[in-house]
């Protein structure tokens, strides 16, 4: 197993190329100590679940949407 780098937030993040070839780090970007699991869809954009709050968050996007536990259960 490889050594896991410690959390450097200058750099750690995700971020946007644009066609010049710049870096944009996407606003509020979750990192390694979040712990939550990412999902990219067939449009690239980048999603995570917590699964604590029924929250669904488009990273990409910068945009969520939560859900309550009855909404869910219909």
């Not at 954009?45 to 969520?64: A, G």
């Amino acid at each position: 197993m490889m050594p896991v780098e410690p959390f450097d937030p200058d750099k750690d993040g995700f971020y946007e190329v644009t066609p010049e070839l710049k870096l944009i780090r996407l606003a509020k970007a979750p990192d390694r100590q979040d712990d939550l699991k990412l999902y990219r869809d067939s449009h690239g954009d980048i999603y995570t679940i917590h699964r604590y709050s029924n929250t669904l968050t488009n990273w990409t996007q910068n945009c969520s949407k939560t859900w309550t536990d009855l909404e869910l259960l219909k």
